[in-house]
């Protein structure tokens, strides 16, 4: 499985957009890049996923270079609600077992 | 009505004692999951299933066993509950097309002393 390095932590304001870059250098042909999101005490949450380029859904942007050995998450306009523990997996299509990392904890602040 | 449900939300027992977690879900998915999530840590796998005969040990399996009484149902046991499983339980489900989104409960969490 691909290993993937992300910050710990980032602070940011409310109104600000937030990008959270993941790395993962060895990512097989075949991994999507899929990002949760994961409030305390609650299960993680389906944000995005995507293969290369650019993927925009109604809560986020995920964008993924053509080498695609990092991506990068990005939240517009956060506001409080948006602070959580962000996390980037790779994944097989369709995939099954997730494995992950220590994620981003995104601390959004008045 | 949540989509995964997970009973009891929360339970204190002691070393030693059999403990049984459910869950359930109402999605009509295939394949179910078992995660533990330590204090600031991510989560790892314990068990998953893709349907109701296939049983599929993750990374933590030892100390652990499930059960898949139906499509909508998959409990994680203990048999002797220790101290060092006292950690967060989650159940969550996919469906096996698609994007491979995993809909996750709210949780249990659990305290062995």
């Known amino acids: ?110 | 009505d949540a989509d995964v449900t997970q009973t009891p939300r929360n339970r204190i027992t002691k070393t030693g004692k059999r403990i049984m977690l459910e869950c359930s879900q109402t999605k009509g998915h295939d394949r179910m999951y078992w995660y533990r999530q330590d204090p600031g840590l991510g989560l790892r796998l314990i068990y998953y299933s893709f349907d109701v005969k296939d049983i599929n040990k993750g990374e933590i399996s030892d100390g652990y066993s499930v059960s898949r009484q139906a499509q909508a149902k998959f409990s994680l046991s203990l048999e002797s509950a220790i101290p060092n499983q006292t950690a967060l339980y989650f159940c969550a489900t996919s469906a096996a097309g698609g994007q491979g989104e995993q809909y996750f409960g709210p949780g249990t969490r659990l305290t062995v002393t």
């Open chain 1, 1 to 110: 499985l691909a290993k993937t390095t992300q910050p710990i932590s980032m602070d940011s304001y409310e109104g600000q957009e937030v990008n959270i870059t993941c790395s993962h250098n060895n990512i097989a042909t075949n991994d999507y890049i899929t990002w949760y999101q994961q409030f305390p005490s609650q299960g993680p949450r389906f944000i995005i996923q995507g293969y290369k380029t650019k993927v925009t859904n109604e809560v986020a942007s995920l964008f993924i270079p053509a080498d695609r050995k990092s991506s990068t998450l990005s939240l517009p306009r956060v506001s409080l609600s948006d602070t959580a523990v962000y996390y980037c997996l790779p994944q097989k299509a369709a995939g099954n077992k997730l494995t992950f990392g220590g994620g981003t904890r995104v601390l959004v602040k008045p």
